[in-house]
């Protein structure tokens, strides 16, 4: 099994930064990807960056692209979510995810921190 505990979240006005961060504990060698999704009221979750344990390509939606980076430091099994430029569009709850070997699947979640960007 594979834990995650989130932080950082909180409130930001437009145009402002959040930084995000994720830490696994448990069976962190089986960790292959990790992501950050998010889901705004009434809307479906969805995922706005992903990166790869060891090398490999990362994936950004398309509404984060060049604001948002995901970045990690493995030694210390975590991964982050620098947000910039901010928009009150980005306000959602933020969940990091892990993909395990054998699944491939995001199929570890952590609890969730709230994001709001308001002025």
């Known amino acids: 099994q594979v834990q995650l505990v989130e932080s950082g979240g909180g409130l930001a006005r437009p145009g402002g930064s959040l930084r995000l961060a994720c830490v696994a504990s448990g069976r962190t060698d089986v960790i292959v990807r990790m992501g950050w999704y998010r889901q705004a009221p009434d809307k479906e979750r969805e995922l706005v960056a992903a990166?790869?344990?060891?090398?490999?390509?990362?994936y950004y939606a398309d509404s984060v692209r060049g604001r948002f980076t995901i970045a990690r430091d493995n030694a210390k099994n975590t991964w982050y979510l620098e947000m910039n430029n901010l928009e009150p569009e980005d306000t959602a709850v933020y969940y990091c995810a892990a993909q395990p070997r054998p699944t491939f699947r995001f199929d570890y979640w952590g609890q969730g921190t709230q994001v709001t960007v308001s002025s």
């Open positions: 990166i790869p344990r060891i090398a490999g390509n990362t």
